[in-house]
């Protein structure tokens, strides 16, 4: 099991976030805990708020004193709500909490099963409880709650985040939105690519394509960009997904700012020469598609190709898992776009590349498969050695690979992220208003 413990100065929209769950039929409230009782059970946003109003009203300075944790087992776990009760209960008792006001929230519109507590940090003389070392104290919790009811482990699985870290989304096993935030709030921060179709390109071995959207908003216009997922062939496979459910990282201006460091940072990088050879050589080593692709994948360079309904190739982008760049066809040069690859493969017409003097290296004195760097390629990147370009879902073993290289993502709620960033609006234009 993991826990998330969030920090925040709005009370009303940690409430109403899980209320709203509630409301929807995806959620219910599992316990209380010295919280004002209604007549008949339910509770609204305003009688829950009512509870924790002394607390804040007593706060001397704590700057966020709302507090929203999140309890996360592995979906294997079988938890009945008696059990989810006892393990909330433990677990703020365990954290220095168990004097305080908190609700108990069950989620279950995620296949992943889970319970958010809503309380506040400081006590009923306005002082902070203290947090020192809670991370260490919330992980041992953790394990003491797994051994006590019989939970996975999240130790012992190497924080494999649910099998979803850094995969291929496959639509059918549902939960889209957590497949998708689980590849793209990290991408970025490992590859550089400098156009949003270079972007799409790299997404594209995940089953993910983004779409550009415009609207007016008070004469001016807005840009946004759309996350969509897709099958194994390209096509589309559920409904598109704002950006902003996954965090600013996944969003226009965060993707441009990135676009533009890279395009400063390979300027003069030697990545882009030691693709272009790897390309020539696969060039003058096959004679079909098939084969051209496969050679540059067992060297960790996947190519990705556009072609249109009559199987024109309109557009080529590689993607080098070595230098983790990814480069159109054309920013390579001429010879490397799509038109003389389509001549290529379609009229067995083999591109003419120009070798000039500033790639007269000792990788352009060699003209075989055989002379390509011998280099073994990093077990990281085994799961490249295929001929297509998009992934099985079978092949689960990039999961053990790529599974403990990137952050927890487990946890991560965006859609509550996005929610509270409408409330703050909201309250940002009654504020102007009046």
Not at 51 to 76: C, G, M, V
Not at 293 to 315: D, F, S
Not at 349 to 364: G, T
Not at 393 to 420: K, M, V, W
Request: hydrophobic share 30%; net charge neutral.
């Amino acid at each position: 099991m993991i826990a998330k413990i969030g920090r925040g100065s709005n009370l009303y929209g940690a409430l109403a976030y899980n209320q709203l769950k509630v409301e929807k039929e995806n959620g219910q409230i599992l316990f209380t805990n010295r919280i004002i009782e209604t007549h008949h059970g339910n509770y609204s946003v305003a009688q829950l708020a009512q509870s924790f109003e002394p607390y804040l009203i007593a706060n001397r300075n704590t700057e966020k004193p709302t507090l929203h944790i999140s309890l996360n087992p592995d979906p294997k776990d079988n938890i009945n709500d008696e059990k989810f009760k006892l393990m909330a209960q433990e677990y703020m008792q365990e954290m220095g909490y168990g004097e305080q006001p908190f609700v108990v929230f069950k989620h279950t519109d995620i296949d992943r099963t889970h319970v958010h507590i809503v309380s506040v940090c400081v006590d009923e003389d306005g002082k902070k409880i203290s947090d020192k070392f809670e991370k260490r104290r919330s992980m041992s919790v953790c394990r003491e709650l797994e051994n006590k009811y019989g939970l996975q482990s999240a130790t012992e699985k190497g924080h494999r985040q649910n099998d979803k870290i850094f995969r291929p989304i496959n639509y059918q096993t549902g939960d889209i939105k957590s497949q998708i935030a689980s590849v793209v709030r990290y991408l970025p921060k490992y590859y550089q690519f400098q156009t949003l179709g270079e972007y799409n390109a790299l997404l594209s071995l995940f089953n993910i394509t983004t779409e550009k959207v415009e609207s007016e908003f008070h004469g001016k216009m807005q840009h946004g960009l759309l996350y969509i997922p897709l099958k194994e062939n390209g096509e589309r496979a559920g409904h598109p997904l704002k950006a902003s459910l996954f965090g600013k990282g996944a969003g226009l201006p965060a993707l441009d700012l990135h676009s533009a460091k890279c395009k400063e940072t390979l300027k003069d990088s030697g990545a882009k020469t030691i693709l272009k050879t790897a390309i020539t050589i696969a060039v003058q080593s096959t004679d079909n598609e098939k084969d051209f692709k496969k050679l540059l994948a067992e060297q960790g360079i996947n190519t990705v190709v556009r072609k249109n309904e009559t199987g024109r190739l309109y557009g080529i982008t590689f993607i080098d898992h070595n230098s983790k760049t990814v480069w159109n066809g054309s920013r390579l040069g001429a010879a490397f776009a799509a038109n003389p690859f389509n001549d290529y493969w379609n009229h067995n017409i083999k591109p003419f590349i120009k070798e000039s003097e500033e790639h007269q290296s000792k990788y352009f004195q060699q003209n075989t498969a055989n002379d390509l760097p011998a280099e073994k390629l990093h077990e990281l990147f085994d799961f490249l050695n295929k001929e297509t370009t998009t992934f099985n879902s079978e092949e689960t073993h990039i999961i053990e690979s790529l599974g403990g290289l990137f952050p927890e993502a487990l946890g991560e709620d965006y859609e509550e992220q996005y929610f509270a960033k409408k409330m703050k609006k909201k309250r940002n234009r009654k504020r102007d208003h009046k």
